[in-house]
């Protein structure tokens, strides 16, 4: 059985840019959830997605934007980046809304 | 609303030692409690977790007991190793239909040997 996995790994953009992490979640799971974690910070919940529908958002703006897709793996993207965007990006899949969740490695963004 | 606070790091033992890192909650209802493992360069591993009330969390050594009284959830190890060091975070799941969680904000600890 395949874990959660994210791609790429590590990504540098520019200020102003937009970008695009990917998801693919643990087979046999219908949600993900998507974290950001600050440097030296806890995760932070961004949203999440069930069955390909936005199912609760964190307090964050409009321009945190994301898709999950018929065989449930995700993307989020982030348009208009900003400095305080470096961090990383966590991913987490469970097998229904409310149910455990198992994370992703992570994809570390860095804004310049 | 739901916050979740631990002790400031990081934590610094030496091998063998004792190791307890406390974690206090804020929540409505009756969350289920969570400790998760980062290491270095990696995502979160889930270490141990209690559903309810007075119930033991324990996995690899280390434990944690819900208490609902004192709204804690602290972890202990008996016996740390080398291998131990990592941030740990101490979380909630909210009862909301997504069952968002809710981290503070990481304890560094390191063991030296």
């Known amino acids: 059985e395949t874990g959660v996995t994210q791609s790429p790994t590590h990504l540098i953009k520019t200020r102003g840019q937009q970008v695009t992490l990917r998801c693919s979640s643990q087979s046999g799971h219908n949600t993900v959830s998507w974290y950001q974690q600050a440097l030296g910070q806890g995760p932070q919940f961004i949203f999440q997605?069930?069955?390909?529908?936005?199912?609760g958002r964190g307090n964050f703006p409009p321009r945190f934007s994301g898709l999950q897709f018929p065989n449930y793996s995700s993307e989020l993207n982030v348009n208009a980046l900003e400095l305080d965007d470096s961090a990383l990006y966590l991913c987490?899949?469970?097998?229904?809304?409310?149910?455990?969740?198992?994370f992703g490695p992570g994809t570390r963004l860095t804004v310049t | 609303g739901n916050s979740v606070t631990q002790m400031e790091g990081p934590v610094t033992l030496s091998e063998e030692a004792f190791l307890t890192i406390n974690c206090t909650y804020t929540a409505t209802g009756y969350p289920s409690l969570f400790w998760y493992v980062q290491y270095p360069g990696e995502g979160l591993q889930l270490l141990l977790k209690a559903t309810k009330a007075d119930d033991k969390g324990s996995n690899k050594g280390f434990e944690a007991t819900y208490r609902k009284e004192t709204t804690s959830f602290h972890l202990e190890k008996g016996s740390v190793q080398v291998s131990d060091s990592a941030v740990y975070f101490c979380?909630?799941?909210?009862?909301?239909?997504?069952?968002?969680?809710?981290f503070g904000q990481g304890t560094t600890l390191q063991v030296k040997p």
């Open positions: 987490a899949s469970s097998f229904n809304r409310g149910h455990e969740q198992y």
């Open positions: 979380a909630l799941r909210s009862l909301g239909n997504t069952g968002k969680l809710i």
């Open positions: 997605y069930y069955r390909e529908e936005e199912n």
